[in-house]
Every structure is written in structure tokens, then in C-alpha cells.
């Protein structure tokens, strides 16, 4: 079984900017997959949620919300049948000229969807309708490839994502950047076991930490310091970099000179052109 690659950070930030210019519907189906994947959640657990709450401070925007019906609930036995499992989604993403997350919540706010008992309702076409039932994650392949391709994205290549890659995409990114250790990288992708699930689907604390750290790594990859697309030999050279140059020194001219620049191309962040230092 092939697993759904995870998203480029080219993508998201692509989404990002198509959430924020397209309508309301769009706005709105395509801010709960931009959710799903700041919050590694699964599709199915989030599209069951109930209403979102954005809480603002400073320079960090946060989504809140909790599900009584998450895919895990049996692992944390049977104290957990009856307790919701919360789920936090930073607002900031890559894209820096406007707020995703705003702009999801306004939309939501137009088509009235807090009315429904969960956050994403399925969405008829035929009708343009909302429907009374949540969106499944069937669908919810449907629209995110559609919304990839509205954002840029070849039909080629957005027929390789599923909802999967939503939950995939930043625990993909916390591994290779090396800033969260596997326990922490559970908790962010909702994984519990029999030591860790009752503490932790109480506490939206301990997922207020790994927001903490996902911004940083967020932060690293809008600045251009952190590429989570590149290859493994470009992220070691990247990080070893410094200490190259400092037992390098100056190299000889050469074939060593040229691998060494070779080196300093290759690690170069791809974004740091298309995305804003701020």
C-alpha cells in the first residue's frame, strides 16, 4: 500500500494564498484542509469537530476545537469514550501577506456553518448546497486535489494527494527538521498509547507545546533556514555546513573548491524567493 505523499511547502503556500483570493465556498472548504494538516488531524476526526474558536495574541494566531469521535478513542480505553479530543491548529502558515485562518472564519461566518453540529459539511454541487451530514474523506480527496490544481498545481501532480497527506505534512517536516523527538511527534499526529491517552486527550496543553515547536519550524521555512523538500544529503550538508567551513577554512582550488560550492548551491533554500521574510 502506497501512503499519499506529504505536501511541498511550495503547495501549501500556494494554498494558502488561493484560500485567501478565492469565494466563500472554496474559502471555506479549503481553510478546513489548511486545519487538518497545521493540526495533523485526521480528515475524518476533524470534519467531526465541533465549532472552531480562533484566539489571538501577539503575533499568533490559534485554532481550537475537539472531537467526541477520533479514530483512536479505543486505545485510550474507556474513560476516554465520553472526553473530546482536542485539536490546535496555528493560523500562520507560509503565506504572510494575509491570514488563512481569517479568512476561513469570515467565510464560515457568511455561509452560516456554525449551525451545523460539526466543522465540515459535506458540500453538493449539483444543489450548491450545504448538506446536513459531515464531509468524508472520499470527498474530501476530491476538492483538496481540485483546490491544488485552482492553486497551481498540475492535475498530474495533485492526483498524487489524498486527505492523508493533510495529517502527513508536518509531522513529515517536525521529523526531518530534527526539533521534536518521536513522543512529541505522537502527540502532535494524535497517537496514543495506554501510557500517554488519558493525560493528554485532557490536555491541550501539552499540544500548545508542539505548536510552540511547528512554529519555529514554520518561521525556519518562511526565512528560507529550513527546506523540508530537499533531499537527505542537502538537509545534512545544511546543517553541517558551518562546521565544513570552519575545518575547511579556505579550500585549494580544485575539484575539493568545486564540491564544496556544489555544496552551498545545492543547499540553498528554494524559498526563500517566493516567500516573505518578513
Given at each position: 500500500?502506497?501512503?499519499?505523499?506529504?505536501?511541498?511547502?511550495?503547495?501549501?503556500?500556494?494554498?494558502?494564498?488561493?484560500?485567501?483570493?478565492?469565494?466563500?465556498?472554496?474559502?471555506?472548504?479549503g481553510g478546513f484542509m489548511i486545519f487538518c494538516?497545521?493540526?495533523?488531524?485526521?480528515?475524518?476526526?476533524?470534519?467531526?469537530?465541533?465549532?472552531?474558536?480562533?484566539?489571538?495574541?501577539?503575533?499568533?494566531?490559534?485554532?481550537?476545537?475537539?472531537?467526541?469521535?477520533?479514530?483512536?478513542?479505543?486505545?485510550?480505553?474507556?474513560?476516554?469514550?465520553?472526553?473530546?479530543?482536542?485539536?490546535?491548529?496555528?493560523?500562520?502558515?507560509?503565506?504572510?501577506?494575509?491570514?488563512?485562518?481569517?479568512?476561513?472564519?469570515?467565510?464560515?461566518?457568511?455561509?452560516?456553518?456554525?449551525?451545523?453540529?460539526?466543522?465540515?459539511?459535506?458540500?453538493?454541487?449539483?444543489?450548491?448546497?450545504?448538506?446536513?451530514?459531515p464531509m468524508t474523506s472520499g470527498e474530501g480527496?476530491?476538492?483538496?486535489?481540485?483546490?491544488?490544481?485552482?492553486?497551481?498545481?498540475?492535475?498530474?501532480?495533485?492526483?498524487?494527494?489524498?486527505?492523508?497527506?493533510?495529517?502527513?505534512?508536518?509531522?513529515?517536516?517536525?521529523?526531518?527538521?530534527?526539533?521534536?523527538?518521536?513522543?512529541?511527534?505522537?502527540?502532535?499526529?494524535?497517537?496514543?498509547?495506554?501510557?500517554?491517552?488519558?493525560?493528554?486527550?485532557?490536555?491541550?496543553?501539552?499540544?500548545?507545546?508542539?505548536?510552540?515547536?511547528?512554529?519555529?519550524?514554520?518561521?525556519?521555512?518562511?526565512?528560507?533556514?529550513?527546506?523540508?523538500?530537499?533531499?537527505?544529503?542537502a538537509r545534512i550538508a545544511a546543517q553541517t555546513?558551518?562546521?565544513?567551513?570552519?575545518?575547511?577554512?579556505?579550500?585549494?582550488?580544485?575539484?575539493?573548491?568545486?564540491?564544496?560550492?556544489?555544496?552551498?548551491?545545492?543547499?540553498?533554500?528554494?524559498?526563500?524567493?517566493?516567500?516573505?521574510?518578513?
Open positions: 500500500l502506497k501512503q499519499a505523499p506529504p505536501l511541498t511547502a511550495d503547495a501549501l503556500y500556494a494554498l494558502e494564498k488561493h484560500v485567501c483570493e478565492c469565494n466563500d465556498v472554496e474559502a471555506c472548504i494538516l497545521l493540526a495533523s488531524a485526521r480528515f475524518a476526526d476533524a470534519a467531526r469537530a465541533e465549532t472552531v474558536h480562533l484566539d489571538m495574541s501577539g503575533h499568533i494566531s490559534l485554532l481550537e476545537t475537539s472531537s467526541m469521535k477520533f479514530k483512536t478513542a479505543h486505545t485510550a480505553g474507556k474513560e476516554a469514550r465520553n472526553v473530546a479530543l482536542p485539536m490546535l491548529a496555528l493560523g500562520n502558515g507560509l503565506y504572510e501577506k494575509d491570514s488563512w485562518a481569517w479568512t476561513w472564519i469570515r467565510a464560515r461566518k457568511r455561509q452560516k456553518m456554525d449551525h451545523f453540529k460539526f466543522l465540515m459539511p459535506a458540500w453538493n454541487e449539483e444543489t450548491s448546497q450545504w448538506l446536513n451530514r480527496v476530491y476538492f483538496l486535489r481540485e483546490l491544488l490544481c485552482n492553486s497551481g498545481m498540475s492535475e498530474a501532480q495533485a492526483a498524487s494527494y489524498s486527505t492523508h497527506t493533510l495529517k502527513a505534512t508536518a509531522l513529515s517536516w517536525a521529523a526531518t527538521s530534527g526539533a521534536m523527538s518521536i513522543d512529541e511527534r505522537r502527540i502532535m499526529g494524535h497517537h496514543f498509547d495506554s501510557r500517554l491517552a488519558m493525560p493528554l486527550i485532557y490536555s491541550r496543553d501539552a499540544l500548545a507545546e508542539i505548536q510552540t515547536k511547528l512554529w519555529r519550524i514554520l518561521d525556519s521555512i518562511r526565512k528560507g533556514y529550513f527546506d523540508p523538500d530537499a533531499t537527505r544529503a555546513l558551518q562546521d565544513a567551513e570552519h575545518v575547511v577554512g579556505t579550500p585549494p582550488k580544485g575539484r575539493i573548491q568545486t564540491l564544496f560550492l556544489k555544496t552551498k548551491i545545492l543547499v540553498k533554500p528554494k524559498l526563500a524567493t517566493c516567500v516573505s521574510t518578513g
